[in-house]
C-alpha cells in the first residue's frame, strides 16, 4: 500500500538531497539557512533524562 503525501514527501526530500549531490553536510547546512531566513522562531529545547525504570 503507497501513501501519496509520503511518496510527495520522499520525491521531495530525494529532490532536495540530488541538488546537494547527497552531501549530508551540505544538505544540513541548507535547512539551516532555510531555517533562519524563514523568520520564525525557532525554539530549542534542553535534552531531557528518561525516567529510570522502577525495580521489580
Known amino acids: 500500500m ?3 503525501i509520503v511518496d510527495e ?3 521531495a526530500r ?3 538531497a540530488r541538488r ?3 552531501n549530508l553536510a551540505a544538505i544540513c547546512e541548507d535547512l539551516r539557512r532555510l531555517q ?3 523568520g520564525h522562531v ?3 529545547l ?3 533524562r ?3 525504570p522502577e525495580a521489580s
Open 9 to 11: 514527501i520522499r520525491q
Open 14 to 16: 530525494d529532490g532536495h
Open 46 to 48: 534542553p535534552p531531557r
Open 36 to 38: 533562519k531566513a524563514c
Open 20 to 22: 546537494f549531490d547527497f
Open 2 to 4: 503507497t501513501d501519496p
Open 50 to 52: 528518561a525516567p529510570r
Open 42 to 44: 525557532i525554539v530549542s
